[in-house]
């Protein structure tokens, strides 16, 4: 398959999913377009979108989809080593090795990055974020969490509207890891998340999700909590682009609310 029509089968692919009301079918079909995408990505040419969309799907199967946790810090690993290639491919970019670079160099180098580098950078943070998601026991790994940030504010002023909401929600999901006192930083990540919010109209109810998990637990807010997780409960969740999360979102939220009683 020559490789610009592989990059159509995958960026089509990858909103053929998006837009998919079915999880169990999108669970159960996605080990074979994960293949698919493998032998496309066997080819030392492969595309910068091919291997995005690898490094993309690899990491939502691994975190979303599979709950044994040893294969999905398996799977995780592949995601990453994907993003990892994306960074290089198409010819050099100012991201190609950046994975390599102690965090003064990093800056240095994030700084020569623009728009048409911002795909393969968000593509080498959602790897490296399911990587780090699924070893949690590794701090080598959670050390890598700083140089993920520097990353995605650098995206904030790289990235195309399409993805800056989700540039946004990962940077509000980062500050709101730990509590002010240690460390955290609570309401610069209620920034972003609002910030997301704005950018989607609200339609993609990952956010209110992440940002109730992420905040409102965080300062102890059950007003705010309940509000975001029953807007997402009320909402319709088939939306262009975001209709496979938003129904997940949705059964997180039903968790998140059947268990704020005994949290707050």
Not at 63 to 73: E, G, K, L
Not at 120 to 134: E, M
Not at 149 to 175: F, K
């Amino acid at each position: 398959m020559a490789q610009s029509a592989a990059a159509d089968f995958a960026t089509n692919l990858s909103s053929a999913i998006l837009n998919q009301d079915d999880p169990e079918l999108v669970r159960d079909s996605l080990p074979a377009y994960l293949l698919i995408l493998d032998s496309l990505a066997a080819s030392p040419e492969a595309s910068g979108e091919v291997l995005g969309a690898a490094a993309r799907l690899y990491a939502a199967y691994a975190v979303v989809f599979v709950t044994d946790s040893a294969r999905s810090a398996n799977l995780a690993v592949h995601a990453r080593d994907y993003g990892v290639r994306a960074l290089c491919a198409d010819g050099r970019r100012p991201g190609c090795g950046i994975d390599r670079l102690p965090y003064a160099e990093l800056e240095q180098q994030l700084g020569k990055a623009g728009a048409d580098d911002a795909s393969a950078l968000l593509g080498y943070v959602i790897g490296s974020l399911a990587y780090i998601r699924t070893h949690g026991d590794d701090w080598e790994a959670l050390a890598e969490l700083p140089r993920i940030e520097a990353i995605l504010t650098r995206l904030l002023a790289i990235s195309p509207d399409s993805d800056a909401a989700l540039v946004n929600t990962y940077l509000g999901v980062l500050n709101t890891l730990r509590p002010e006192a240690l460390g955290g930083q609570p309401e610069r990540g209620r920034t972003y998340f609002e910030r997301a919010l704005e950018l989607t109209g609200r339609r993609d109810l990952g956010v209110l999700v992440e940002y109730a998990r992420g905040y409102a637990r965080l300062v102890y807010d059950r007003e705010l909590h309940d509000q975001l997780l029953n807007e997402v409960m009320q909402a319709d969740p088939r939306q262009p682009g975001y209709t496979l999360f938003n129904m997940l979102a949705q059964r997180q939220a039903t968790e998140l609310l059947a268990s704020a009683e005994d949290y707050f």
